[in-house]
């Protein structure tokens, strides 16, 4: 679960970020996410 106080600095970096990308690589909130916790789920630590 996501919280807004957790929400908001990611929208305002993103915010800046899409800025300066053209429309079609411009990044979202939910694709954001969603990117970091597939990344997440593949993380492993090494023994």
Do not use: C
Request: hydrophobic share 40%.
């Amino acid at each position: 679960m996501y919280y807004e106080n957790e929400i908001k600095p990611l929208q305002k970096l993103l915010l800046g970020v899409n800025r300066i990308m053209p429309n079609d690589k411009r990044i979202t909130l939910k694709s954001l996410i969603e990117n970091t916790l597939h990344e997440l789920e593949n993380f492993r630590v090494a023994d």
